[in-house]
């Protein structure tokens, strides 16, 4: 036997041995897709059947690109230089400072990240003269995101508009897009699409990477979206050879356009097609597994599967009732105390569904002195102090980057204020040209004289630098910049406290350059760029720390943990309140909570509170995925006051959801066979039935005064809490609170 197949169950052996034509693996959570795909790419190799340069792996992250290229090595037992492992967005981004010129940029474009995205189209909306309010520059971002992943350009969006709201999406979009080629950038959408479009409509280029790569594998396939799989189709050769690996119980990202039909339909896609199950589970014990499974079994848009393990039963799951978010998070904190006396903090994690629920829990563990990390908060790169050496580095590398330019010009301050940079904005629109051009030839424009000599001192430490972009290692000239800019000094006069957290930071960026120098010789601030605009939250996830891990349930994707807490299962926040009239997007919620129970490996614990404050309202019905738990797997334990409602509800107007009875059943609460999610009434209980409002009844047309005109899709409380749910045109579903919306019944 060869021994890259030691060790494999037969379905992975499959799976590796496979090499010919199109290969779906659906791996289940804990099957060992990667211990899969790293022998099928050794396996590959060491058959001879391609070249290292000829083989193509994509998947999600920076972390498991870096994961599986390393396995590769050892298996290898050798430095693999030329294999390809990377992100969908890393390989199109290396390809594009080849072919930039066939889309009609130049090599050296920047990387724009969300923020700076949002900034640019905000300043098209200004400078178009459209209101922001009904076209707030975020939610216009992701309208033009989701053309982007759909291939539809600024021209083909502008022709299939239509009404008010669409046109003038199509003005901003097309805008922003003009405005991106203007100063060389791109955002994240662009270097998908804009490979797509090189590969499709230059037939040299297209065929000259059709015929390199003979082997393309594809990780976590089933949050691919529609231009990640249009461009997978347009780099695969007449061989087929394509491996894709997921499991469509895990396809959690379709609020940011990932399709599940793209594993759905894989057969259908590519016709003749081999599918391989894999079903043995190695990570979590039979009681976990059969919960997940119970849930998952809800879902109608899954080929289905029967994971399994030889472990152990392992414990029953615990289930918390508690009273408050408050209650929650100090059981939950003593559970962690508890556990940590035989399990290390860093195999712990806190999973919930919004960031916003991780402050009564960090809250609780700063109490008890219990080390702690955030994953998915403020990111590292998106620190002001990091933002404005990164747009300083950005500017050096492309001076055609107006954002980076409108950033730093006056930072630290110059005494360069908003006028002079509109004048420079305005002088380069005229001239055609970028902001840095302007600024460079000040002394020639009369509207800039008055500060000309301010803005060559700022010039000359841009120029200084890019004389050095080529000869100078980038932490060498990363750290020199910082000390001509004096940002040391400039950050500790802002705040004596927290100035030094920022300068730690600063010092922590240097160190992060050291480390890119060291790993690559030749690596210059092109090269370094390149590499850290692409960074996620997930990448800076250190296991190594012993620190309890708060995050949310999207950021826990692909990881794994010996203890395992799942907070705030209550409806209306998990699942959320809008995905209850979707029922794909119900199911996703489901697939979501299947994603978190499977990250635990021996120990699973979930929590719902009968009361939590979110937008002014009362929330106090437990998650049907609680429900869906088969009873004798769990074991409740029910942390409620008998008294827990004497304070909280003291008329109708207080709140705006049915309260529990104190002394609610489990049964009632879980639901049984028949079980109703609402509760039975409990005689002498004070008890509040809900009243509609005719006046906002579901199905009405009304007008808002920024919104415009939407339909009210659902409407819940009373009096001053009602708070209505409405579809608005060109907007999208909002939650408002009927107090303060100044509506218009229109319809």
């Known amino acids: 036997m060869h021994y890259l197949l030691e060790g494999l169950n037969d379905a992975q052996r499959q799976a590796v041995e496979t090499t010919d034509g199109p290969l779906l693996v659906i791996a289940g959570a804990g099957s060992g897709k990667t211990r899969v795909l790293t022998r099928r790419l050794a396996y590959i190799l060491t058959q001879r059947m391609a070249e290292p340069y000829q083989m193509l792996a994509v998947t999600f992250t920076n972390k498991a690109a870096g994961e599986m290229k390393s ?94 709201f669409e046109s003038r999406t199509a003005e901003i979009y097309k805008l922003y897009q003009r405005r991106l080629r203007e100063c060389n950038g791109m955002d994240f959408d662009d270097l998908i699409f804009n490979t797509v479009w ?50 469509e119980d895990q396809s959690i990202y379709g609020w940011r356009g990932a399709d599940i039909r793209n594993i759905l339909e894989f057969e259908k896609d590519f016709p003749g097609a081999k599918i391989i199950k894999l079903e043995q589970n190695y990570r979590s014990t039979n009681i976990i ?18 994971l399994w393990a030889q472990a152990e039963d392992g414990e029953r799951i615990s289930l918390y009732l508690v009273d408050s978010a408050e209650d929650e998070a100090v059981r939950m904190v003593d559970v962690v105390d508890q556990r940590r006396k035989e399990t290390s903090l860093k195999e712990m994690v806190i999973l919930y569904r919004t960031n916003a629920q991780s402050r009564p829990f960090e809250e609780q563990l700063r109490r008890r002195n219990i080390p702690y990390q955030i994953v998915g908060g403020i990111s590292f790169y998106q620190r002001k102090e990091i933002k404005d050496l990164m747009a300083y580095l950005k500017l050096i590398a492309n001076p055609k980057d107006d954002v980076a330019f409108g950033r730093v010009i006056n930072y630290p301050k110059r005494g360069i204020g908003d006028k002079t940079l509109a004048d420079i904005g305005a002088l380069g629109a005229s001239e055609q040209q970028p902001m840095y051009e302007i600024a460079r030839n000040a002394a020639g424009y009369p509207e800039l004289s008055g500060k000309a000599k301010k803005i060559r001192q700022f010039v000359e430490i841009v120029e200084k630098y890019r004389a050095r972009i080529d000869s100078d290692p980038i932490d060498i000239l990363c750290e020199d910049l910082v000390t001509d800019l004096k940002l040391i000094e400039e950050l500790r006069a802002e705040d004596p406290v927290i100035g030094e957290t920022k300068v730690e930071n600063i010092e922590a960026f240097i160190e992060g350059t050291s480390e890119f120098a060291r790993g690559r010789a030749d690596a210059n601030l092109r090269d370094y760029l390149a ?89 106090s019905m437990a998650s049907r995925f609680i429900k869906e738990i088969p009873a004798d797997l769990l074991n409740k334990h029910d942390l409620r006051a008998r008294t827990q409602y004497h304070a909280s509800v003291q008329s109708p107007a207080t709140t705006s959801a049915r309260p529990y009875p104190s002394h609610q059943s489990d049964a009632d609460l879980l639901g049984g066979a028949g079980g109703s999610s609402v509760p039975a009434r409990v005689k002498g209980e004070t008890y509040y039935e809900y009243e509609e409002n005719e006046i906002y009844r579901v199905g009405r047309i009304v007008a808002h005064p920024t919104f415009g005109r939407g339909k009210i899709l659902a409407a819940e409380g009373f009096g001053d809490s009602l708070r209505l749910e409405i579809s608005f045109t060109g907007i999208g579903v909002k939650k408002i609170m009927a107090k303060y919306a100044k509506l218009r019944v229109v319809g």
Do not use: W
Request: hydrophobic content about 40%; overall charge neutral.
């Open 71 to 164: 396995r590769v090595n050892e298996l290898m037992r050798t430095e693999i230089a030329e294999l390809q492992v990377s992100t969908f967005h890393s390989f199109c981004a290396r390809m594009l400072r080849r072919e930039a010129t066939a889309a009609g940029y130049d090599s050296t474009f920047t990387i724009l990240d969300q923020e700076d995205s949002v900034s640019l189209i905000r300043n098209c909306i200004k400078d178009l003269k459209i209101s922001d309010g009904q076209f707030p520059a975020k939610g216009q971002a992701r309208k033009i995101s989701d053309a982007k992943n759909q291939l539809i350009s600024a021209d083909q969006f502008a022709q299939a508009a239509s009404g008010y």
């Open 198 to 247: 090189i590969l499709r409509n230059n037939p040299e280029i297209g065929e000259k990477y059709r015929n390199r790569f003979r082997y393309l594998l594809v990780d976590e396939y089933q949050d691919t979206n529609r231009v990640q799989y249009l461009l997978l189709k347009s780099l695969l050769g007449d061989h087929q050879n394509i491996c894709v690996v997921g499991d």
């Open 531 to 619: 590499d850290i605009s692409l960074f996620s939250d997930i990448d800076q996830y250190r296991e190594i720390e012993e620190k309890i891990t708060l995050m949310t349930i999207h950021s826990a994707k692909g990881l794994e943990f010996e203890v395992v807490l799942i907070v705030g299962l209550e409806e209306g926040l998990f699942p959320l309140q809008r995905t209850m009239i979707d029922p794909m997007e119900l199911e996703e919620e489901r697939r979501l909570f299947y994603v978190a129970a499977t990250r635990a490996r021996k120990q699973l614990f979930l929590s719902s509170a009968t009361t939590r404050f979110r937008f002014g309202e009362v929330q």
């Open 289 to 306: 597994l059969k919960a997940a499974s119970a849930v998952i079994q809800n879902n109608q848009a899954r080929k289905g599967k029967t």
